[in-house]
């Protein structure tokens, strides 16, 4: 079983940057979709994006399209967020999860989820 680990939140100023890591360990080469999640207090947990080591296709909501960039590392021990001009609906606790199938936008798909990291946007 996989282990994830997220890092890199914190508060920001709107219009700022986040960088968010998600460090696995174990078993992880049989892993084909990253995903990242959020949940805000109150609401349901929603994804945000998914990229798949098949064909290197991200996903990403709408919402967060020209602003979010998701990657990974090849050796597939690393993956990334990188938040831009970020909003204070982009409040959140945000999870970092894997799975051995495809991309999904459930998050009952995700076999394996890290502890996540709180972001925070506010002036």
């Known amino acids: 079983q996989v282990q994830l680990v997220e890092s890199g939140g914190g508060l920001v100023q709107p219009g700022g940057s986040l960088r968010l890591s998600c460090a696995a360990s174990g078993s992880t080469l049989d892993y084909d979709a990253i995903g990242w999640f959020r949940q805000a207090p109150g609401e349901e947990r929603e994804a945000v994006s998914c990229?798949?080591?098949?064909?290197?296709?991200?996903y990403y909501i709408d919402s967060v399209k020209g602003r979010f960039t998701i990657s990974r590392d090849n050796a597939k021990t690393m993956a990334y967020l990188q938040m831009n001009s970020l909003k204070p609906e982009d409040t959140a606790v945000y999870y970092c999860?894997?799975?051995?199938?495809?991309?999904?936008?459930?998050?009952?798909?995700?076999?394996?989820w890290g502890q996540g990291t709180q972001v925070t946007v506010s002036s």
């Open positions: 990229i798949s080591s098949k064909d290197g296709s991200t």
């Open positions: 999860a894997v799975d051995t199938s495809a991309c999904s936008w459930y998050a009952a798909d995700f076999s394996s």
